[in-house]
C-alpha cells in the first residue's frame, strides 16, 4: 500500500483533466446528498422542537396543516380569522389550563410580527419542555412595546430601547418594499424594544411580539390595507379608543389533563358560535412531515441516483483510461507487480477521486451553509447546523467511499486481467 | 564447469497462441549458462517475444518445461512466479519503457518497491545504486529528477536498462532494446549494458530481428518462424 499509493496518486495527476469533471460530478452529487439530508434532519428537529407544550391550537375551520403552518411557524396568509369572543369563551372552559391568543399579519423587516399577551412567555415551551428565557429586558406591558427573539435581535443588531416600526402585510422579502415604497409602514406609531428573548432554535427566535392591543392601536386609522387619507392619531391619542381586538387567527391552549385533548377537539370543532377548530400539534406535525416527506424520500432517492451516475461516471472513465494506461500497467507488470497489486492501484485511484470528491462536496455544503444557513434560519425556521457531521451523516460518507471503492473494482479487475494478457512486453 | 551451471533449461517447449492454427514455438529446447550473453535472432514474427515471456513466465507453455535457476515454472503458483520474476529477472523493451510521469529516478528504483529482495541487493541503498548504474551507463546526473517522459529515446533505454540492473537479478531479458537507436548508439549502448550485466555477475537474453548485432555476443542462436 505504502508503494503503491504515490504511484496511484502520480498516475492520476497525470490524467488529471479528465479525472477532475468526475471527481466534480461526484462532489456535486454528495453535496445534493448532505444538503438534503441535513435539511431534512433540521426540518424534523425543528418541527418536534416548535410547538413543544401546546396541547391543542384552535383555529377557523379549513386546513390543519395551513393552521399549524400560521400559528406554529408563522408561514403563510389566513383565510379566515376567529373572533375575539370564541377565544374568550374558550379560555373560560374548565379544562383549560391556559390560552394564548394568537394575531398575526404585520411584519418587520421580513420577520413576522406576532399579538399575544404576555401570557405567551410564560407557557410556551421549546424543545425539551423549556420554556422561554430572557437575553435582557423583560416581556412587553404597555402598547407600543416588543420583545424580539434572539434571531431578529442578531440579524439587525437591535438592542433594548431601539426603536423599530412596523410593516402592513406578511412581506417576507425585504426587497417588497422597493415596490411598495409608501403606505405600508407604520411609521406613525414605533414600537420600543422592551426584552430580546434567547435563542431556540425554533420560529420564536424570528419572531417579534407585541400586545394584542398595540396591533388594534397602529391599525386604528387603516382600512383594507391601506391607511386612511387625511386620518391621523397620534400614538398617545391611540389609549382613548377600545383596543380589544375584534379577531384572532389562532388560539394556544394548554389543558389541565393531557388525556382530554381529544374529547376538548370534539368540543371545539362542535363550537357554537362560528365554525372552528382544533389540532393537536403533533398529530398535525406529523400529517405536515408526511407531506414533506414524500418529497423529501423522493428527493432523497434522486440525491441517492446522482450520486450512483457520478460513480458510474468515475468508473467509466478509469475504464476508459486502461487503453491509454496499457504500456503503463505492462511496465508495472515487468517490474514485479502481482495482479492484486495491479487492483489495489486501480482502487486507490478510485477510492482517491471518490475521496476528493466527498470532501469537495462537504466544502461546498459548508461553504454553502455558510454562506445560506442564516437565510434559511430566518426564512424557514431551520437551524442546519446542529446535524452536521452527526452519526448518520459519517455513515452516509462512509457508505459512498465504501460504492466509490466497489465501484472501482470492475476497471480494476479489468486491467489486472488486461496487464497479464499483454505479457510483460507491451504490445501497442 | 561453468558451462554446465545452466541458468535456463528449456526442454520440448510448444507454445500456441489461442485462436492461432499454427503453433508460435515448438520442440524448442535451449540451454542458457550462468554469465552468458546469449544473442537470439529471429525474423519479426518468428515468436522472440513470445519466448521471452515463456522465460519470464508471465505464459505457461503448452508442452514442455522451463526452468530458470533450477525452479521449474510451470510449477509454481501464478503469485509466486510473479515473485520470482522481479527477484530474478530484469526486463528492457524495444521502447517506451518508462512510466513518463515518473522520475527518472523513481523508474530505476520501481523494481525496489516490489521486490524487496531487489531492495536487499541494492546493498542498503537504493537510491546509491540506482544513480551508481545511471553514472556506469553514462547517464548524466543531473537527468535523475527530471521525468522520463522528458529524455531521448537513446536516454530512456539506458534508464531502462538501469532499472533492469538494480538489485543484480540473475537474468536480464532484453526484447529489441536497440531497434529504436540508430547503427552507432545501438553498439554503444549493448557494450555499456553488457558491460554492466558482467559486473553484476548477470546473464542476458537479448532477442532482434537485427542479425548485424550477433558478434557482439558469446553466442547466436536463430529462431525461425513456423
Ligand atoms: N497477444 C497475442 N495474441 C495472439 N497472437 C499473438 C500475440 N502476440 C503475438 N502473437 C503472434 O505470435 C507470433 C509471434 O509473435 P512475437 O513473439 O511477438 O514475435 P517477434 O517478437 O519475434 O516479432 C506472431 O505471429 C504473432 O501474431
Ligand atoms: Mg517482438
Redesign the interface.
Known sequence: MKTLLPLALASAWNRRLSLALSVFSIALAVTLLIAVTRIRDAAQTSFAQAAAGVDLVVGPRGSPVQLLLHAVFHLGEATHTMRWQSYRTLAADPQVAWSIPLALGDSHRGFPVLGTTPEYFRHLRYGQQEPLGFFSGQPFSGLFEAVVGAEVADRLGYRLGDLITLRHGSAHLDELEDRHPHGAEHADKPFRITGILLPTATPVDRTIHVSLASLEAIHLNWQGGLPLPGLDIPPQLATKFDLTPKTLDAVLIGLHQRTDAFRTQRQIADFTGEPLMAILPSLAMDELWQLVGSVERSLHGLAWLIVGVGLAGMAAVILASLGERRRELAILRSVGAGPGHIVALVMLEGGTLTAVGLLTGLGLVEGAGYLFAPLVNARLGLDLSTNAFSAEELRLIAGIFATGLLTSLLPGWRASRMSLADGLVPRL | MRVLDAIIRIRDLSFTWPGSRRPCLSQLALDVNRGERLFVHGESGAGK?TL??LI?G??LPERGYIDVLGRPLGKLS??NR??F???HTG?I??Q???????SVLDNVL??C???TE?ARRTGGSASAEARRLLAALDLDPRLAHRPAASLSVGQQQRVSAA?ALIGRPELILA?EPTSALDPRRQAVFIELLMGEVTANGGTLVFVSHDQRLAPLFDRCIELLAQ
Open positions: 517475444s521471452l515471456n519470464g508471465v505464459m501464478s503469485s510473479d515473485r520474476r522481479v527477484d526486463f523493451f524495444q517506451f519503457n518508462l512510466i513518463p510521469y515518473l520501481l523494481p518497491r516490489f521486490s531487489r532499472r526484447d
